[in-house]
C-alpha cells in the first residue's frame, strides 16, 4: 500500500470514531436496554437475573437535553451530569433512593445503581442513538 493511502485511511478512521463517539457524549437522545441486573439487600446473598425480575425496565430513554431519563411507567429527573473524555455521569433521587448512572461515551455501554439505606440494584446495559 502507499503511504499516502495508508494515512488516507488513518485519518478516516480516526474521524469514524469520533463521529461514533459523539454518539454517547449526551448530545442525542439515547434508547438503552438493561440486560443484567443483581438485587443486593444488607445481610443476604445478592440474586442477579434479568432487570424485570427485579423491576427496573427493560428499556429506557436518556434525554439529556431535558435532563431525564424517560422508562415505561415514569420519567425521572437528571439532578446531577458530569462529563469527562471516556465517560458520563448522570446521577438522581427518586422514591427514597439515590441512583448513579455510568455510560462509556465510546462504546454506549451502562452500569447504574439504585441505591438506599438497605438495597442495591445494579444494572449493566447498551445504549444506541435515537
Not at 452500569?111 to 444494572?123: E, G, M, S, Y
Request: net charge negative; hydrophobic share 45%; charged share 15%.
Amino acid at each position: 500500500m502507499k503511504p499516502a493511502i495508508i494515512i488516507a485511511a488513518a485519518i478516516l478512521a480516526g474521524t469514524a470514531l469520533q463521529v461514533a463517539a459523539s454518539d454517547f457524549d449526551g448530545s442525542k437522545l439515547l434508547v438503552c436496554a438493561n440486560m443484567e441486573a443483581a438485587y443486593c439487600s444488607s445481610g443476604q446473598a445478592c440474586d442477579s437475573g434479568r432487570p424485570a425480575d427485579i423491576g427496573a425496565p427493560n428499556f429506557m430513554r436518556i434525554d439529556l437535553a431535558n435532563k431525564n431519563i424517560v422508562g415505561p411507567e415514569r420519567t425521572t429527573p437528571i439532578m446531577n451530569v458530569e462529563k469527562s473524555s471516556d465517560q458520563l455521569l448522570l446521577q438522581g433521587t427518586e422514591f427514597g433512593y439515590a441512583w448513579t448512572l455510568a455510560l462509556d461515551v465510546q462504546e454506549g455501554t451502562l452500569a447504574a445503581t439504585i441505591v438506599n439505606r438497605d438495597q442495591v440494584v445494579v444494572l449493566f446495559g447498551a445504549c444506541t442513538p435515537h
